[in-house]
């Protein structure tokens, strides 16, 4: 079964301080993709960045950045210049594209980051 | 530009009753989702559906049907509802040719049974 991992339930920043939260996954597939959601208080799932596992370059969208280590089966997210507007839940998020089958999302239980003014 | 719509937005059950949870997508993406999230725990897959007329069992789908008449509409009904049910609920949808841009989610659905 593949499985992902977030080990850090809750994390604090200050305002434009860089923060760094943890992920990571367990799978036998080669082929996969990795992503990160932020969930707000408004509850809305949005898509902060995806990282396809065989692309070894790391991705970046602005302000957030990832260290993807594919042998280590490892996945952070790192946000620098953080903002209030940062304060929310943060999912890390795994998918496989199996043979004949339907490729589904599989969750960690995410982190709760806080940025202080 | 809707995206993915669900509601209603909050619903109050009662132990035993029924309801059924609707979510519509105007982007023509094949592929849909309910995912139910509890507190402090990540998102579980209930069922999904590749098209029109093809669902399939996620992880959690106990206690939960749904059916996809048109590539639009994804409605998930509880018959008998539980305790167990209260929730935060999810529809989402993807292309799934390009699944590396992930899912777009609706607003959730926040169900208490009590």
């Known amino acids: 079964a593949q499985t992902v991992t977030q080990s850090q339930p809750e994390m604090s920043v200050q305002e434009a301080e860089t923060v760094t939260l943890s992920c990571t996954y367990d799978?036998?597939?080669?082929?996969?993709?990795l992503f990160w959601y932020k969930q707000p208080p408004s509850r809305q799932m949005i898509l902060v960045i995806r990282?396809?596992?065989?692309?070894?370059q790391n991705a970046t969208e602005n302000r957030f950045s990832v260290n993807f280590q594919k042998a280590a089966k490892s996945f952070s997210l790192k946000i620098s210049d953080s903002q209030l507007g940062d304060t929310a839940m943060y999912f890390c998020?795994?998918?496989?594209?199996?043979?004949?089958?339907?490729?589904?999302?599989?969750f960690g239980k995410g982190t709760k980051l806080t940025v202080n003014p | 530009n809707a995206g993915v719509t669900q509601t209603p937005k909050f619903r109050i059950l009662k132990i035993g009753q029924s309801m059924t949870l609707q979510c519509t997508q105007d982007?023509?993406?094949?592929?849909m989702y309910w995912y139910r999230q509890d507190p402090g725990m990540g998102l579980k897959l209930i069922y999904y559906?590749?098209?029109?007329?093809?669902?399939d069992k996620g992880e959690v789908p106990n206690g939960y049907n749904v059916s996809r008449s048109t590539t639009e509409d994804f409605p998930l009904r509880l018959e008998l509802a539980a305790p167990s049910q209260t929730s935060v609920y999810f529809c989402?949808?993807?292309?799934?040719?390009?699944?590396?841009?992930?899912?777009?989610f609706g607003s959730g659905t926040r169900l208490t049974v009590v």
């Open positions: 989402a949808s993807s292309y799934s040719a390009t699944a590396n841009y992930g899912y777009t």
């Open positions: 799978t036998s597939e080669s082929n996969y993709y």
């Open positions: 990282q396809e596992a065989y692309k070894q």
């Open positions: 998020a795994f998918m496989t594209l199996p043979q004949g089958g339907s490729e589904k999302l599989v």
């Open positions: 982007m023509n993406h094949n592929y």
């Open positions: 559906s590749v098209g029109a007329g093809i669902t």
